[in-house]
């Protein structure tokens, strides 16, 4: 079975500030991982994809298949970052060929 | 526009009484999924489709029913809705299952069953 765990349900840091959102995960094969964001009143959008191993709105996140793991971590945090994230995984293996698994969802808040 | 809708956006219905929400997408997506978002427990999948007339079960499709007549739509049905069905639920579609894959969600739609 593929899971996704997301330790923090919130996570507070002041502006300017690094932020570490942690994402760790199971699953046999070799999963594709990506981090979704939703603003407040706003859908759930993609922020970044691991195979694309971009930079996106500062964010950057390093799949660890060793740890398991794909934290999604910020330099310098800006207010506009306060949102909930979600880490996701994507399997392809077996009888979960295609399914998503979504963590359970990280609230982070950036104050001035 | 590029757009997953779903309909109706706010539903309060009694135990019981069937209900189906709609999703429909415009950008010929093959991918189409139902998820329910609750506090604590994130997003969890309820269903999928890989295409038409293609449809899996996710990680909590107890309860609901989908169908996949045609590319544009994935109807969520609930025939005997339960109050732990009060929940947000999410329609969301992509271009295909592969690896550069992204999902695009619909605004979502928050039901409550009394």
């Known amino acids: 079975a593929q899971r996704v765990t997301q330790p923090e349900k919130l996570l507070s840091v002041f502006k300017g500030a690094p932020v570490e959102l942690k994402c760790n995960y199971s699953?046999?094969?070799?999963?594709?991982l990506f981090w979704y964001v939703q603003y407040s009143r706003q859908r759930l959008q993609l922020l970044l994809r691991h195979i694309s191993r971009e930079s996106i709105k500062g964010f950057t996140a390093d799949l660890n298949k060793g740890e398991t793991s794909f934290h999604l971590k910020k330099p310098f945090a800006q207010e506009e970052d306060s949102a909930m994230y979600y880490c996701?995984?994507?399997?392809?293996?077996?009888?979960?060929?295609?399914?998503?698994?979504f963590g359970q969802g990280t609230i982070l808040t950036v104050h001035p | 526009e590029a757009q997953v809708t779903q309909n109706p956006r706010y539903l309060i219905t009694v135990t019981g009484k069937k209900l189906t929400v709609t999703c429909s997408q415009n950008m010929n997506h093959e991918y189409m999924s139902w998820y329910r978002q609750d506090p604590g427990l994130g997003l969890r999948q309820i269903y999928y489709?890989?295409?038409?007339?293609?449809?899996d079960k996710g990680d909590v499709p107890e309860g609901y029913k989908v169908s996949r007549k045609e590319k544009r739509n994935f109807p969520l049905i609930l025939e005997s809705p339960s109050p732990n069905q009060t929940s947000l639920y999410f329609c969301a579609s992509s271009l295909t299952s592969g690896v550069r894959q992204t999902q695009y969600f619909g605004p979502g739609t928050r039901l409550l069953v009394l």
């Open positions: 996701a995984l994507i399997g392809y293996g077996g009888t979960s060929y295609g399914k998503l698994t």
């Open positions: 699953y046999s094969g070799s999963p594709e």
């Open positions: 489709s890989m295409n038409v007339e293609v449809t």
